[in-house]
């Protein structure tokens, strides 16, 4: 394809030769990252001797689900899985609905104090778990919910970083569209619900993979609160399972297998809420 | 239908920037009250006083008779066109006219009607299904207003409704306008930067300045007798030549001795003949010469000082000639030259 000028390419217009790069170095990208996690689901599906070898081979020579199989009824994963399910699921529901409404009002609310609210939101992100462990731990035991799945739920239930992202995006939706609102008639409720929750969709999006994904992963907090042995998380359990049996390669890989399937899951099903624009058109200029 | 009335309305933002200064205006029900100024001045901030988005800091506002300075925009009968349209993005067309509708109850087959005649009136049929990012200026613009037309309220409120719009769509828009307050007959408050907007569309006009009113009246009122110099200057295109009162050396048959007044003259009020005895007569030299169509914009330089001349003439005209032009009395105005507020000739 003949080339006029340089002009094209200068204007920000991709040749074919910088795509295919693109693409390619993407690939690559792609490959090294997933690369660990398919060998692991592949040695999960591996026979034992299979997989003990020193350095297990890339694909099972004879496909098994002794593992996962073993995993499931030896292991109480079903349990773990359940448990997991339960706190990733209740935290995402309850610090998307508290990050949506507190990063409205944050927003869009004018009351008093509003500005100390905003800076002690920043000074929550900035503390880390380890420093909380202790003191959530005594007042949980102090009102009896140790071992509870409010344990795990509360605490990160009202997510600074939820809050601040639903806040800095809010802000980028111009008032004007809710006085529009209260101009038709709605209530402050109604204008809640009609207006600023759909035009907050993407990033509530954005919070809750991000919730349940930290949720789902999060250690330290589960292992202290969760003494009970059936009221553990995966990750706690698997860590419990890496101990006991570290010989078992198989199924090992399989139990984390198991662990990482939702967060596929996740990813895959909220991918397209990403790159979404919704106030393009309603604003003039 | 309701009447506005704002009396002497103070507004300071929460940052302590004073915004208006004892405002006071009032739209007589049914009227086209249009509201113009500089950018800046206050007008949208005046809007929104009346709409309950904003609360005074001193004054009072009245809708139909009501002080309603206490009430939430929600229960103020006032529609809104938003300078910036403030479409809702998430909904159609369709779903952005039903809205206010549906907030309110209405049953769904009389809303569906409703809206699908207001958006046959806009023109907007084949767009109901669209969204707003969708629709072009002109189109989001008739959306707007078609909302505001739904909420069917006592008074409505337009923020610069044309200014998003190129010149051709906003002379039709403008047309559409006063035929849409004509046939609704609501009090309407119509906001604008642009004084032509405001000659042709209002009935009486606000003049803005700074935060102040300057003039309350009729457009031909305003164009006639502007209560000061700011007015003067703004209202009218192209804009009123000023003379300092020493320039009364180049005009003949001026009001001698008054010390300290500024005159000024429109561009379109001088005339190549005299037309009574007592025209005030100009003397100057032709510095530049733009046709328009049949008319002439001249650059006519006196002793001290330039003025732009509009003028209808046959003859030709060339660059550096002397030329000598007449005004009539009435068309030369005086101001204070420190306060600059208008001196009535005492002819008068
Ligand atoms: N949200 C705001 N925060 C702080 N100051 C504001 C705000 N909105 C307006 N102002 C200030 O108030 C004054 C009046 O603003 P307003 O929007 O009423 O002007 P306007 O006459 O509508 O101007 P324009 O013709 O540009 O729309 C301006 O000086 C502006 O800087
Ligand atoms: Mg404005």
Excluded at chain 1, 63 to 73: D, E, G, H, K, Q
Excluded at chain 2, 80 to 96: D, K, R
Excluded at chain 2, 224 to 230: H, Q, S, V, Y
């Amino acid at each position: 394809m003949p080339e006029p000028t340089g002009v094209a390419s200068d204007m920000g217009v991709p040749t074919r030769m910088a795509r295919a790069g693109a693409y390619l170095g993407l690939a690559a990208l792609a490959a090294v990252t997933l690369f660990p996690l398919l060998w692991m689901a592949s040695i999960a599906l591996m026979s034992a001797p299979q997989a003990a070898a020193g350095t297990p081979p890339l694909w099972p020579q004879h496909p098994t689900l002794a593992n996962i199989i073993n995993v499931i009824s030896q292991q109480h994963i079903g349990t773990y899985f359940f448990n997991s399910l339960v706190v990733a699921t209740a935290t995402t529901v309850l610090s998307v609905l508290v990050a949506g409404s507190a990063g409205y009002a944050l927003a869009h609310v004018g009351f008093r104090g509003r500005r100390v609210v905003s800076g002690l939101m920043v000074f929550g992100v900035l503390i880390p778990t380890q420093a909380l462990v202790l003191p959530l731990f005594e007042m949980f035991r102090e009102v009896h919910l140790v071992n509870h799945y409010a344990a795990l739920v509360l605490p990160v239930a009202a997510n600074p970083v939820g809050i601040l992202l639903v806040q800095a995006y809010m802000r980028g939706i111009p008032a004007e569209i809710l006085d529009a609102a209260r101009i038709d008639g709605a209530s402050e409720w109604r204008i809640f619900r009609s207006v600023a929750v759909p035009l907050m969709a993407p990033i509530l999006a954005a919070v809750s993979v991000l919730v349940f994904v930290v949720s789902w992963n999060e250690f330290m907090w589960p292992m202290i609160a969760m003494q009970q042995e059936n009221m553990q998380t995966l990750p706690v359990a698997l860590a419990a399972i890496d101990r006991e049996h570290y010989q078992n390669i198989g199924l090992m890989a399989a139990a984390a297998t198991i662990t990482m399937l939702p967060m596929v899951c996740v990813f895959v099903a909220s991918q397209r809420y990403y790159l979404r624009s919704v106030i393009a058109g309603s604003l003039t200029g | 239908m309701a009447t506005v009335e704002i009396e002497h309305v103070d507004k300071v933002r929460p940052g302590g920037q004073a915004v208006l200064h004892d405002v006071s205006c009032a739209a007589r029900d049914g009227e086209l009250l249009a509201v113009v100024g500089p950018s800046g001045c206050g007008k949208s901030t005046l809007l929104r006083l009346v709409a309950g988005l904003e609360s005074v800091t001193v004054g009072v506002i009245r809708i139909g008779g009501c002080v309603v300075n206490d009430l939430p925009p929600q229960r103020r009968d006032v529609a809104m066109v938003f300078q910036s349209h403030a479409l809702y993005p998430h909904m159609t067309v369709y779903e952005n006219l039903a809205f206010g509708l549906r907030v309110r109850g209405t049953a769904r087959r009389e809303t569906d009607r409703r809206v699908r005649q207001v958006g046959a009136r806009l023109g907007l049929e084949a767009m109901l299904e669209r969204y707003p990012r969708e629709l072009s200026g002109g189109q989001r613009q008739r959306t707007a207003l078609g909302r505001a037309m739904l909420r069917d309220a006592a008074v409505f409120l337009l923020d610069e409704p044309l200014s998003s719009l190129d010149v051709p769509l906003r002379a039709e828009m403008r047309r559409e306008l006063a035929e849409l307050h004509r046939s609704l007959g609501t009090t309407m408050i119509y906001v604008t930067h642009d004084q032509s907007e405001a000659l042709s569309l209002g009935q009486r006009m606000v003049v803005l300045a700074g935060g102040r009113v300057q003039q309350i009246d009729t457009p031909v009122d305003v164009y006639r007798r502007p209560a000061n110099r700011f007015v003067a200057g703004f209202v009218g295109w192209p804009p009123m030549n000023f003379l300092r009162a020493e320039s009364l050396a180049d005009m003949v048959g001026a009001p001698a001795g008054e010390a300290g007044v500024e005159y000024g003259v429109r561009p379109e009020c001088f005339a190549a003949q005299p037309g009574g005895p007592d025209d005030v007569q100009f003397t100057g030299r032709i510095e530049r010469i733009e046709s328009q169509g049949g008319e002439w914009y001249l650059e006519l330089a006196l002793r001290c000082g330039r003025v732009l001349v509009r003028l209808r003439l046959e003859q030709a005209l060339t660059v550096g000639e002397p030329l000598r032009l007449w005004v009539r009395r009435a068309d030369l105005h005086t101001f204070d030259a420190t306060t600059g507020q208008r001196v009535e000739s005492s002819g008068r």
